[in-house]
């Protein structure tokens, strides 16, 4: 297993220095071969898309299902330069988008903020592109490998640039809201289902989905705005788009800001839908009662 681990971080070391349309081209053949050959996680897809996109025609929606293994691919293949070029090729290849007064309260604000990013497959590029052009402090949430080696390869790579700290699930809120609370800044992924016990169901694309209320929370808790930061994949390398900070949010209902939270998701998506994360098995916790969708 550590033979394997370390031949694959030497293998991503040496793609940093792969032409990027060299690169993404190879990205695009596995994905492709991805798509034909990981039949379970293709289901996956297949479902997901059918729960959330029931409107759109068979062919768009496998349309979709093929594009997002390209995706997967070429967003894993390219940590290798985000991860080990150097700083100016990470620069050059990721550029934020926005109007400036959004960018510059990302970048050199003081008060507490909580960057919502959604599970786009870019986001790793985004955390990247932000912190490394900011003094700001930037907390950030991750779980652990099963590998050691892969894990301590993650972590410390993506905090490689700027002033990270990474926090594990286990370490709890009080490290991440005391961050907040001295005007830190949270690059959080609530998108996610992490079982009953953790999760609260509110409805996306129209399914009830088991969904981390963790964003109103730590909002409320650490008196931080909330602004979306969007990864977009280009030719180029990435569109890193923040947009305004939401109004009127946290409020005292986090069930009802959680639901808020998956509608503007949901639109989010509709502009760029093979981009977003359906290799989860983003249903997988049902209402009692409820059939699998899976």
């Known amino acids: 297993m550590s033979l394997s681990a370390r031949l694959g971080i030497v293998f991503m070391k040496g793609l940093a220095h792969v032409p990027l349309p060299l690169l993404r081209g190879f990205g695009y053949v596995l994905g492709r071969i991805l798509h034909s050959a990981a039949v379970p996680r293709r289901r996956v897809v297949d479902k997901n898309l059918a729960a959330c996109f029931p409107d759109k025609s068979e062919a768009m ?57 959604p599970h786009f497959y870019g986001l790793d590029a985004a955390a990247t592109s932000l912190t490394m052009r900011t003094p700001r402090e930037s907390t950030t949430i991750y779980t652990t490998q099963r590998n050691p080696m892969i894990d301590d390869w993650v972590r410390i790579s993506r905090a490689r640039f700027g002033n990270v700290k990474p926090l594990n699930r286990v370490d ?23 079982g009953r016990d953790q999760s609260v169901f509110v409805p996306f694309f129209g399914v009830p989905a088991a969904t981390v209320p963790s964003l109103s929370r730590f909002s409320r808790l650490g008196r931080a705005k909330v602004l979306p930061v969007l990864s977009r994949v280009t030719r180029e390398g990435y ?12 409020t005292d209902d986090a069930v009802a800001d959680t639901a808020l939270m998956n509608e503007r998701l949901a639109g989010y998506i509709e502009t760029m839908p093979s981009q977003y994360y359906w290799v989860h098995r983003r249903f997988k916790t049902r209402p009692e009662g409820a059939p699998s969708i899976y």
């Open 61 to 117: 929606r496998q349309r979709i299902s093929r594009e997002t293994f390209v995706y997967v691919a070429q967003s894993w293949l390219d940590r290798s330069w985000l991860w080990h070029a150097p700083r100016e090729v990470v620069e050059r290849r990721t550029k934020l988008v926005g109007a400036p007064a959004d960018i510059d309260e990302v970048l050199n604000g003081t008060t507490p903020l909580i960057l919502f990013a």
């Open 172 to 194: 709890g809120i009080k490290p991440i809201v005391a961050a907040l609370r001295k005007g830190g800044m949270l690059y959080l992924l609530p998108d996610m289902d992490f």
């Open 239 to 250: 569109d890193i788009e923040v947009l305004p900070a939401w109004k009127d949010f946290p």
